[in-house]
């Protein structure tokens, strides 16, 4: 069809239709966005949505042609106007695709301008946010799609408290399903920080791929002086270098970590066990998740052959395997138990060391950090770190020193306490409360 419709123009015509080629094009490109703006602002949208719907609109498109094909057909019109439609058609159709394509820098130029085009309170998208004041978050993600909704739902089981926003409705609308709060928003658009609680946020994840998306939500963040961590993903190690270098204090390699997740599975202490004994074993393997029971404990202490009648024969941990453990062995989230046993036996094993415990609050309760000052007069004065034992007589350990402008960070056991000097003191909540009351310093 358009093969044949090019062949019915005559290209001698149209030098002298491009002004008015210029013309018509111009309001194409400029006054369908704004009208589009207009349109979606009255009925509540922000500006940025509205420039954004407004720019897929800045092109007459090849329906155009259709049609005027058809009225040259009927007579209705002769070919130099189809001559004019059709240069108008190319002019808008090729500049439209740079519009779109650089859509988001040309907002963050324009956007102080475009205001007129914004209610005061755009709550076709903000109505669902508009408790946001009351909303508190330990972790911010964008993004939730399979990966982004397993992080949130295992930092909840962490004791985190987790606010996700993603810019599909259907997902924010089954966010009542969650376990945490989600927001719709664009994790490109600058304004929706300023609608987030970055200021009770110690960190802020981004699971969405692309480099250009990173890099905006890392500068944005910079730009408010986020004070907390930032987390971008890449796919790519390329990505990840320029994560790194634009400041990024976390990459996350999806591709990476689940690769050498399988390739550990695949060459693990059980593939290895299987392969060279001369019986038909019947092994487990069973993965300690973070908030295991049996986490932290001594193989010994769980007694899972007494409990179960099955046995733990290795156990695999950061891509070394422990064969045969001993009962002083102590287990740790990650690890992954090889288990020997009855299938019934298996199965109560495995059940067993799924079991979880309730991880919320235990974050406060874990450690506790204070400043002391050390007065002129006080005995530890002119006496070194390894001298004062504090950590075994008192359970509280001396992680940073303050003297004057200086800090000294993880002080050796050889430094020396001077007058005047401020220890930074880390221990658990009761040793640090019980040091201080007892006012050695």
Known sequence: FFIGLGAQLDLTTLGAQIMPA?????????????????????????KRTGFLAGLTVAQISEFSLILAALGLSLGHIDRETLGLITLVGLITIGLSTYLILYSHPIY???????????????YRETGENDNRGTVTADVILFGLGRYGRNISEHLVLRGKKVLAVDFDPEVVSEGCDCPFPVRYGDAEDPELLENLPLAQARWV???IPGREINLAILKALRAREYPGRIVLTAHTQGEAEAYRRAGADKVLWPYVDAAELAVDYLSGTREALTSQSPWDLLLEEVKLRPNSAVSGKKIGEIALRTRTGASIVAVDRGGISYYDPDAA???????RLILLGSAESLKLAGKAL??????????RKTFRMNELLVPDDSPWVDRKLSELD????????VIGIQRGEQR????????VVRPGDILLVMGSPEAVSGFQSRREI
């Open 22 to 46: 210029l013309i018509f094009s111009a309001f194409v490109l400029i006054g369908n966005p704004l009208i589009v703006m207009a349109i979606m602002g009255f009925m509540g949208y922000s």
């Open 108 to 122: 963050q130029r324009i956007s102080p301008w475009l205001g007129i085009f914004e209610r005061r309170h755009p």
């Open 205 to 207: 994840v981004n699971t």
């Open 329 to 335: 062995f102590r287990l740790f989230p990650g690890d």
């Open 354 to 363: 799924r079991e979880r415990i309730s991880t919320e609050g235990n974050e």
């Open 390 to 397: 504090l950590r075994r007589r008192r359970g509280v350990s």
């Open 408 to 415: 000294i960070i993880a002080p050796p056991p050889e430094e």
